[in-house]
Each structure stands twice: as C-alpha cells, then as structure tokens.
C-alpha cells in the first residue's frame, strides 16, 4: 500500500504535551474554582440527538452542527454546547435532587464555524450551572464563578469585565421605544449583531426588519448607550415596568460589589446572546482593550428545562471557552514556562545493577515520586543527559562498588552535589 499523508482537519487541534499542559493549566484552575464554590462535576456523551438542538439553541448554533445520520437511521449530532445536555440529563434525574443544583463540566465542543482568531471548530467549554434557584443570588454567583475563574488564572479587573444586560429589562425598553411584540425577537437579533454591523447596515435592518422609524432608531441607540442604571432610571422614570427590571440589576450589582468584585462588572444592553433560550440577566467577558471575541457567555434560561420534557425549573449558566482564554493569557504573559519534571532518574552503571534498580524505582514509585531510567543499557555521560532532558530534580547512580556497599550516589541536579546514602533510607 502506498504511504498517505494525513493532515489535521482544519479548526481542529493537537495536544502534545506542551500544548497540553497549557491546557490542563486552564482546566485545573477552572475546576478548582468551581469546587470553591460547591459545584459538583459531571459529564454527558459527546453525541446527541439531533432534534435536542434543533430549536433550542437557535439558528447560529444549528447551522454549525456536525451532524449526521448514524448506522441505526438516527439524526445525530456532535455537541455544539452543553446546555441542552445539561437539560436533558436534569429533565431524566432533577426530582430526586435537592435544590438548587450546581453542577459544572468542562466538555470538548464540536462547530463548524469558520476557523479564524479565537474561533475552531472543537474548543472545550467550561459550563457551570445553577438549576432550580429563580433568585438574583443565583445570577450572582454564577457571574462571580466566571470572573473568579479568571482571576484564579492570573488576570485582573484591568485585563477583562464582565458586560450585563437583563432581557427583561431590554424587553420593557424596546416597548417604550415602540417596537412591536412580534418584532422583539427580530429586534434582539439586530441588537445581538450591533457591534460587528456597520451603523448604516443595522439602521437598514432596524427600519425593514424591526419597522422603526429614525427617531425611533436615535431614541434606542441612545438607549443602547447607557452605561448606568441610574442614567436609565433618570430616562425611563415614568415606566414601572423599567423600574422593576432596573431594581433587579441594582441588587445584582449591589451584591457583586458586596463581594469585592464591582470592579469587574459594567452595564451593557447591547449583550443579547445569539441563543435562544436566555430569559433575565444575560453576561459576557470581555478583555478590556477589545481585540478578542467573548472568552464567556451566559445567563438566566427558565424555560429550557421543561422544553426538553423536565419539570419547570429555573437555571442559569454560562460558558467560557479556552480558545480566546488561551489567548488573552498568552497576549498577557500568563502562559507558564513548560518544563518537563522527574522526582528521580536512576542510572545503573552496569547490567548487575539493573535488577536493584528496578526494585528501587518500583520502591520508590510505590511511594508516589515520579522516577524513570533508561529503557536500554547506556554508558553513565548518556544516561546522565536523559536525566537532564527529562527534567530530573535527583539522579541516583548505582555502580557495582556502591552495591557492594549497599548505597546509592544521590546527586542533586540543581547543586551538582552528590553523596552516598544507604539504599534502604531512600526506598
Ligand atoms: P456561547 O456563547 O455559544 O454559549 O459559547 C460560550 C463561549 O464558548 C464563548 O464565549 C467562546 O469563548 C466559546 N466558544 C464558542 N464557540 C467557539 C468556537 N467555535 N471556538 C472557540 N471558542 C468558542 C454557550 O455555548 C452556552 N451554552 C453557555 C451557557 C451555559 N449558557 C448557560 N449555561
């Protein structure tokens, strides 16, 4: 057979070691920060029904699918997100939980988007969830989860924040400024996009699309503006309807500010979310001198659960993927050096050692040290060099008169320091 080339689908990566550490380097910060906060792991399969998507998650999201058609005559598709996982393992199994449930994972993620900066076609996801709680604390706790997560890896209030808009509230204000409710839907998809269109464009869908006029389209975008809620307060006061959305921020606000992180949060009602299923407070992060997509992006979704055939339960989440995050920490300088690392590397100097030395690395494995050696017979100056390739912090050499003798010659890799010690006191 002639020999292939196989090259690596595009938007897809490898992860040899040092590419994975970077990863696990994530990972083990984003787990440790959700075990602080009392969140519980879990997993579900990478391949899903098709139809668990289809609707829930919106347009986007399904026209990126990987989907297929399996041996069994299925429609299935490999995981775009987890939420709608989240639901339906919840939907099977949430009676029989107490409440509220906090559950994280951290999930390999499958979209066929466009491979560009920040974005691949597979990316894991950490999602960390709270079910069956309505409360704002809920809303609170899970955005301190994100920034912590964040902050755990080495970045600040100066590197990122965390953008909030309420759908409710968005809801109440495109009401005031006159937008029909069968065009808030529209609407929200205009907004969600309002970054990325150039002015005349979201203009043009705002007039053919929502039905607005331009004094209507000055009067939201000024809206669209606001960065307080006491600007909205002061422009929308004679609305009740705003008031009550507006005072539900305030004490998601007042309370992160309670908790140290003010800081980190600011008001912005151009955040939507391209899903469909987000219903209250809505968040993303974003590093602060805005070269990089969403590192993360959640909120409130009280319906999803009982879409998939669940009890009515109230949930609210977010995402946060490690591509972008991958970047803003290498754009920072929060990548950690790779460096390989042994506890001990021993060097048998002739054959009739090997046997004590095997007995020994077995010992002292046993015991919890990472130790290696060489896997064929080698003068003492190679094996000494694979010891400084693999990272060894201790060197044990055994020649026939140190066997003779019952000891090892320890050399400390840092010093260049060596000195016998009885076999028995190391193992
Ligand atoms: P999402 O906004 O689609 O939300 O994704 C969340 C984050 O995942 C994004 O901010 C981004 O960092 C990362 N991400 C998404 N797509 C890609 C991609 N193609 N390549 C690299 N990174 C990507 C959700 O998925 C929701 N299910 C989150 C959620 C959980 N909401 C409630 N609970």
Same mark, same amino acid.
């Given at each position: 057979?002639?020999?292939?080339?196989?090259?690596?689908?595009?938007?897809?990566?490898?992860?040899?070691?040092?590419?994975?550490?970077?990863?696990?380097?994530?990972?083990?910060?984003?787990?440790?920060?959700?075990?602080?906060?009392?969140?519980?792991?879990?997993?579900?399969?990478?391949?899903?029904?098709?139809?668990?998507?289809?609707?829930?998650?919106?347009?986007?999201?399904?026209?990126?699918?990987?989907?297929?058609?399996?041996?069994?005559?299925?429609?299935?598709?490999? *995981?775009?997100?987890? +939420?709608?996982?989240?639901?339906?393992?919840?939907?099977?199994?949430?009676?029989?939980?107490?409440?509220?449930?906090?559950?994280?994972?951290?999930?390999?993620?499958?979209?066929?988007?466009?491979?560009? *900066?920040? *974005?691949?076609?597979?990316?894991?996801?950490?999602?960390?969830?709270?079910?069956?709680?309505?409360?704002?604390?809920?809303?609170?706790?899970?955005?301190?989860?994100?920034?912590?997560?964040?902050?755990?890896?080495?970045?600040?209030?100066?590197?990122?924040?965390?953008?909030?808009?309420?759908? *409710?509230?968005?809801?109440?204000?495109?009401?005031?400024?006159?937008?029909?409710?069968?065009?808030?839907?529209?609407?929200?998809?205009?907004?969600?996009?309002?970054?990325?269109?150039?002015?005349?464009?979201?203009?043009?869908?705002?007039?053919?699309?929502?039905?607005?006029?331009?004094?209507?389209?000055?009067?939201?975008?000024?809206?669209?503006?606001?960065?307080?809620?006491?600007?909205?307060?002061?422009?929308?006061?004679?609305?009740?309807?705003?008031?009550?959305?507006?005072?539900?921020?305030?004490?998601?606000?007042?309370?992160?500010?309670?908790?140290?992180?003010?800081?980190?949060?600011?008001?912005?009602?151009?955040?939507?979310?391209?899903?469909?299923?987000? +219903?209250?407070?809505?968040?993303?992060?974003?590093?602060?001198?805005?070269?990089?997509?969403?590192?993360?992006?959640?909120?409130?979704?009280?319906?999803?659960?009982?879409?998939?055939?669940?009890?009515?339960?109230?949930?609210?989440?977010?995402?946060?993927?490690?591509?972008?995050?991958?970047?803003?920490?290498?754009?920072?300088?929060?990548?950690?050096?790779?460096?390989? +690392?042994?506890?001990?590397?021993?060097?048998?100097?002739?054959?009739?050692?090997?046997?004590?030395?095997?007995?020994?690395?077995?010992?002292?494995?046993?015991?919890?040290?990472?130790?290696?050696?060489?896997?064929?017979?080698?003068?003492?100056?190679?094996?000494?060099?694979?010891?400084?390739?693999?990272?060894?912090?201790?060197?044990?050499?055994?020649?026939?008169?140190?066997?003779?003798?019952?000891?090892?010659?320890?050399?400390?890799?840092?010093?260049?320091?060596?000195?016998? +010690?009885?076999?028995?006191?190391?193992?």
């Amino acid at each position: 057979m002639a020999s292939q080339e196989f090259a690596k689908l595009p938007g897809f990566r490898d992860f040899p070691p040092e590419d994975f550490a970077r990863r696990a380097h994530i990972q083990g910060a984003w787990r440790r920060v959700a075990c602080r906060y009392g969140f519980q792991e879990y997993d579900g399969p990478p391949l899903e029904s098709l139809d668990l998507y289809v609707e829930k998650s919106g347009e986007e999201i399904v026209g990126q699918l990987y989907n297929f058609v399996d041996k069994g005559e299925r429609a299935v598709a490999l *995981r775009p997100e987890m +939420t709608p996982s989240l639901a339906r393992i919840l939907a099977e199994r949430s009676r029989g939980l107490s409440k509220p449930i906090r559950w994280f994972s951290m999930p390999q993620l499958f979209r066929y988007e466009r491979a560009q *900066r920040g *974005r691949l076609r597979e990316h894991f996801q950490w999602n960390v969830d709270i079910v069956g709680e309505a409360g704002v604390a809920a809303d609170v706790e899970v955005v301190a989860v994100a920034i912590d997560g964040l902050r755990e890896l080495g970045l600040t209030a100066d590197d990122f924040a965390a953008r909030v808009s309420d759908r *409710r509230l968005l809801t109440a204000l495109l009401r005031v400024v006159g937008v029909e409710e069968e065009k808030l839907g529209v609407a929200y998809s205009v907004i969600d996009k309002i970054e990325r269109l150039p002015a005349e464009k979201a203009d043009a869908l705002f007039t053919d699309e929502v039905g607005l006029s331009s004094g209507q389209i000055s009067t939201l975008r000024e809206t669209l503006s606001a960065t307080s809620l006491d600007e909205l307060a002061r422009d929308f006061s004679d609305h009740q309807d705003v008031a009550t959305e507006l005072a539900r921020l305030r004490e998601y606000v007042s309370m992160l500010e309670a908790m140290g992180l003010g800081d980190f949060v600011q008001l912005d009602l151009r955040i939507v979310r391209g899903l469909a299923y987000y +219903t209250g407070i809505v968040f993303e992060l974003f590093d602060r001198k805005g070269e990089l997509r969403a590192i993360c992006g959640g909120g409130r979704y009280d319906r999803l659960l009982e879409l998939v055939g669940g009890d009515p339960l109230p949930a609210v989440g977010f995402g946060m993927g490690d591509v972008v995050l991958g970047e803003l920490l290498a754009d920072r300088g929060l990548v950690p050096e790779y460096k390989r +690392t042994l506890d001990f590397y021993i060097i048998p100097v002739t054959t009739a050692e090997r046997p004590v030395a095997l007995k020994l690395a077995h010992d002292l494995r046993e015991r919890g040290h990472s130790v290696a050696y060489g896997l064929k017979e080698q003068g003492v100056g190679k094996q000494m060099k694979a010891a400084s390739r693999e990272g060894a912090k201790t060197v044990l050499v055994l020649g026939p008169d140190e066997l003779a003798k019952g000891v090892v010659v320890v050399r400390d890799m840092s010093s260049g320091e060596q000195q016998e +010690t009885p076999i028995g006191d190391l193992a």
